[in-house]
C-alpha cells in the first residue's frame, strides 16, 4: 500500500509540473541597463515655464507685455500685465524732410526701453524680445535705433510688415473673441497705420493697409483744416465744431476711395462683426464713448460725443495722448460711415498677444 501511493504520488507530481510548463507564458529575454532603470524611475518631464517681457516699439508709444509662459508650447499661463511710454516716432518724422530719426527722440525711445525693462524686471521677467511697426518701417536710418537698442538695453527688436501685422492683429482678436475667422472683421488703427482684414470660410485673407492713422490725421487736421504750421503747434486743440465736421468729412471721403470695396461689402453681412483692437479703437475712443450693454460702441454715439469736445484743450481732455483723442474720434467716425458700419466691438488685446508662441521671436 505504502509502495502505491508512493508510486502515484510521484506520477502527479510529473504531471502538475508538465501542465504548469504548458499553461506559463513564454519568457522574454530583457536586458536592463542603467540608462532604462533611471528612465523607468523618472516620472514623465514637464515643461518648464519663464517670465517673458514682449515690446511694442510702436509710432506713437512704446508697449511693453509680461507674461508666465509654458516654454513647451508657448502658451500664456498667467498675464502679468503691461505698460506704455509715449515716444512720438510719426510726430517726429513728420516734422522732417527727410524722413530720418534725430538723435532726441532716439534717446526718448532708447530711455523708454529702459524704464520699461526695469518695470518688467520687476515682474520676474528673464526673456525679452521686441517688434516695431510702422514708424520704424518707414524711417530711413530705423536700423540705427535697432542697434542702439540692442547695443544699451541688450533687446532685440525685429521690425515685421505691415501685412504681418494685420495677420497678428487678426489671430490675437480671433482668440480673444472666440468667433469663427469668417464671422470677424479685424480693424486695428495705430499712430502710423491702419489695418483692416476679413477672412472667407478657407482662410484666404482681404486687407486694407494705410498709413493715415492717428497720427498723420492729426497732422492733417493741423496744417489743412487749421492751416497751422506743424512746427509751431503740435496739438489740433481746442478743435472748433466746424473743424471736427471737416475732420470728420474728410476721413469718410478718404475711406470711401482708398479700402476695397469688398471689405465693405463683407461688414454689411448681418453675421460678421466689426472688431477693434490698438491704441485707437480699444483705447482711446473707448475711454471717451460709453460702451453699451452689449459691449459694442456704435456710430451714434460717436456722432453725439464729437461736438462736445469741442473747445477742449489737451488738459481738460487729460491722459498723455489728449492731442489725439478728438481726432481720433473724427477719423473713426468717418471711416465707419463710409464702411456702412453701425457699430464695433473694442476687444481687449493686441498684435503682441499672437507673438508668445512665435517660434521665431522666441527661438
Known amino acids: 500500500m505504502t509502495k502505491w501511493i508512493s508510486k502515484n ?45 514682449l515690446f511694442d516699439v510702436g509710432s506713437g508709444s512704446t508697449k511693453v507685455q509680461m507674461a508666465r509662459v509654458d516654454i513647451c508650447t508657448g502658451r500664456v499661463l498667467i498675464a502679468l500685465g503691461g505698460d506704455q511710454i509715449r515716444v512720438d516716432y510719426k510726430d517726429a518724422l513728420e516734422r522732417v524732410a ?24 520687476a515682474a520676474g521677467a528673464k526673456r525679452f524680445m521686441g517688434i516695431a511697426t510702422a514708424a520704424l518701417r518707414s524711417a530711413r536710418n530705423s536700423q540705427e535705433l535697432l542697434d542702439r537698442i540692442k547695443r544699451e538695453t541688450g533687446i532685440t ?7 504681418d501685422e494685420a495677420s497678428l492683429g487678426f489671430d490675437a482678436a480671433a482668440r480673444v473673441t472666440g468667433r469663427p475667422a469668417e464671422q470677424i472683421a479685424v480693424w486695428d488703427i495705430g499712430g502710423g497705420s491702419q489695418q483692416l482684414t476679413v477672412r472667407d470660410e478657407k482662410g484666404k485673407a482681404l486687407m486694407y493697409q ?25 496739438t489740433p486743440n481746442p478743435m472748433k465744431v466746424d473743424e471736427i465736421t471737416k475732420a470728420r468729412e474728410f476721413a469718410k471721403l478718404f475711406a470711401s ?8 461689402q463683407r461688414l454689411r453681412s ?6 477693434g483692437i490698438g491704441g485707437v479703437l480699444a483705447r482711446s475712443i473707448k475711454e471717451q464713448v460709453p460702451v453699451g450693454p ?13 461736438p462736445k469736445r469741442a473747445g477742449l484743450n489737451d488738459k481738460k481732455i487729460g491722459g498723455a495722448f489728449a492731442s489725439t483723442d478728438v481726432t481720433n474720434l473724427a477719423l473713426v ?30 527661438p
Open 157 to 163: 527688436v525685429r521690425i515685421i510688415s505691415q501685412e
Open 294 to 306: 452689449n459691449g459694442a460702441i456704435t456710430l451714434e454715439q460717436i456722432n453725439a460725443i464729437l
Open 333 to 362: 467716425a468717418g471711416f465707419m460711415d463710409a464702411l456702412g458700419a453701425t457699430s464695433y466691438q473694442p476687444a481687449p488685446t493686441t498684435v503682441m498677444d499672437a507673438l508668445w508662441s512665435d517660434k521665431n521671436l522666441w
Open 9 to 53: 504520488a510521484a506520477v502527479l507530481a510529473a504531471l502538475l509540473l508538465f501542465t504548469a510548463c504548458q499553461s506559463r507564458p513564454p519568457v522574454t529575454e530583457t536586458t536592463t541597463t542603467p540608462a532604462t532603470a533611471a528612465a523607468a524611475a523618472t516620472p514623465p518631464a514637464r515643461c518648464a515655464s519663464e517670465v517673458r517681457a
Open 270 to 275: 448681418s453675421n460678421v462683426t466689426l472688431v
Open 257 to 264: 476711395q482708398r479700402v476695397p470695396p469688398e471689405i465693405r
Open 98 to 121: 527727410d524722413n530720418r530719426l534725430g538723435g532726441g527722440i532716439m534717446d526718448e525711445g532708447v530711455q523708454a526701453i529702459k524704464n520699461l525693462k526695469e518695470r518688467a524686471e
Open 210 to 234: 494705410g498709413q493715415f492713422a492717428s497720427v498723420a490725421f492729426k497732422n492733417y487736421v493741423i496744417t489743412r483744416i487749421q492751416k497751422k504750421d506743424l512746427h509751431a503747434k503740435t
